[in-house]
């Protein structure tokens, strides 16, 4: 056998690998009825609750959106046939991109086929240009942001997560004339946390830097018209660029950039991740703008959604249940032990038919494993309360500490 499959073989098998080995709920999504899914469990199929999906507001299902993507199935068909500037440019992936751009106010906007692709390929080249570039990124920062920044080869100064006297102090040690990007997320992916973008939009002004918000938690569920955390504070013109995506709130996929014509031209013409990829089905197009459309005029998605967020907060907190922040819709419930946070997502998908997927290192690191609880628009009051009901047993029943016991580690 070739020594390099045998390191992959041996490593596969060894303690610490089977200890943090990944293990994925096959489940079919029952359109019309989600949050209700099929899950493949062991080869017989299961009825289950899905508690952990990023489809926020249940724009996966919506009719318009289903109709928007048949219509463009029947007239266009699958496939884009090519990449953006081969033969893949589709009249809907014009559309959708002037969409985004009025929907943000920035002067243009630019697709990806996925949110890590639109940070990575896009960072990538801002970060990348001028040469001698500045970048300052939150510690907890999203893979595909860091990903992004590595690619760029710009020099990194890493701030203590939404910690803005830590990131003035580091901006302060740059020259004035010298290039500066502030890199931030909005709503923290696992944590739920929200960042200060007032302190950091001041900062920004303060030190000449353009910033680059990911606002993939907070699109279509925050701020005017669903359009993000930084409209809803009121200081989105103060952002260079906001990158969002349409694979959460707006329930298909897809990643894109919304910001100055000149920074999302740089772009088009430079990233990798844009330019050598087949562009997005039409199809996956006509569907998210039919989502991003309907969104930006309904408020009743939006209403749910906190409403239901807002329920399982109390009913947790009440039960002396960690969470993680109570900031968002995102409810992390804080275990910090991987061996518990794998047994208590057993035990609810086996006693309760209710899915949420323990989150361990590498996604949060060791020790601060967590249930990522995604409460959605389309829950029943009665299921959020079934729901935090039985966290509280398993909490008992596995001796998990309690709020109280335990501070939280941000």
């Not at 559309?95 to 943000?104: K, S, T």
């Not at 086929?113 to 500045?134: K, Q």
């Not at 008992?396 to 500490?401: A, D, T």
Request: glycine share 8%; charged share 20%; with cysteine.
């Amino acid at each position: 056998m070739a020594s390099h499959l045998r390191h992959f073989i041996d490593r596969s098998d060894s303690p610490e690998n089977i200890a943090f080995k990944r293990e994925f709920l096959e489940i079919g999504r029952q359109a019309g009825s989600f949050p209700s899914a099929i899950a493949n469990r062991d080869g017989t199929p299961t009825e289950v609750s899905v508690w952990c999906s990023n489809d926020y507001l249940g724009m996966g299902q919506h009719p318009a959106v289903l109709a928007a993507a048949r219509a463009a199935i029947d007239t266009y068909g699958v496939g884009s046939g090519g990449s953006r500037n081969i033969g893949g440019t589709n009249p809907y992936h014009v559309e959708l991109e002037a969409e985004l751009a009025d929907f943000h106010g920035k002067e243009s906007a630019l697709l990806f086929t996925s949110g890590f692709a639109a940070n990575d390929g896009a960072l990538t080249v801002l970060a990348g240009n001028p040469d001698d570039t500045a970048v300052f990124s939150d510690e907890l920062n999203h893979a595909s942001i860091i990903d992004g920044l590595r690619r760029s080869r710009a020099d990194k100064f890493i701030y203590r997560h939404n910690d803005m006297a830590h990131l003035e102090e580091l901006l302060a040690t740059a020259g004035p004339d010298r290039p500066k990007l502030i890199v931030l997320e909005s709503v923290h992916s696992m944590a739920g946390d929200i960042a200060p973008l007032v302190e950091a939009a001041g900062l920004a002004e303060k030190y000449g830097a353009s910033t680059f918000l990911d606002e993939v938690h907070a699109v279509g569920m925050y701020g005017p018209q669903g359009a993000g955390i930084a409209a809803r504070d009121g200081v989105v013109d103060r952002f260079t660029v906001i990158m969002g995506t349409l694979a959460k709130a707006f329930g298909t996929v897809g990643g894109y950039i919304a910001g100055p014509a000149a920074m999302i031209d740089a772009v088009r013409m430079l990233s990798r991740a844009f330019i050598f990829t087949t562009s997005m089905p039409p199809a996956t197009a006509a569907a998210a703008l039919a989502s991003v459309r309907h969104l930006r005029s309904s408020e009743v998605e939006r209403e749910r959604l906190a409403r239901n967020a807002a329920l399982l907060k109390r009913l947790l907190s009440d039960a002396e249940v960690p969470l993680v922040s109570d900031q968002s819709h995102i409810v992390s419930v804080f275990v910090g032990d991987d061996r518990k946070c794998k047994e208590a997502s057993r035990l609810l998908i086996e006693r309760h038919g209710i899915y949420v997927q323990p989150i361990n290192a590498p996604s949060v690191r060791a020790g601060e494993e967590v249930l990522r609880v995604a409460p959605s628009a389309v829950h029943e009051a009665a299921e959020v309360e079934k729901f935090a009901a039985a966290v509280q047993q398993l909490w008992k029943e596995l001796e998990i500490p309690s709020a109280p016991a335990r501070q939280s580690p941000r």
